[in-house]
């Protein structure tokens, strides 16, 4: 494997095999000749999503605001116009309107 670049999708679909099979990371590390690390953070995201597919290489996803958001920021803005961004990124999570994945 190229160091730095994304384990291939069978390495890592049998990662979670092994592991569902009982499976210690540091064995399925010396087995596939991959590092303990590297097991590690792909269970972990297996785990979170359910997915074993790699994350974006560098760059940054823009963020898009649903109109609903907006409102909602304004609506928080208007009634405590001293509001920080951090009080509005925990409301906006508190009212269900974001989840922690899409939250501005």
Known sequence: FVNGRPVPN???LRIVE???LGIRP?????????SHGCVS???ARYN????ILPGAIGGSKPRVTTP???????????RDPGIFA???RDR???DGVCDKYNVP
Do not use: F, M, N, P
């Not at 540091?26 to 991959?34: A, G």
């Open 10 to 12: 069978a390495i890592r």
């Open 18 to 20: 092994l592991a569902q």
């Open 26 to 34: 540091c064995d399925i590390s010396r087995q596939l000749r991959v």
């Open 41 to 43: 953070k792909i269970l």
């Open 48 to 51: 979170e999503t359910g997915s």
């Open 68 to 78: 609903t958001v907006v409102k909602h920021i304004r609506t928080y803005k208007q």
């Open 86 to 88: 951090w009080e509005i």
């Open 92 to 94: 906006l999570l508190a």
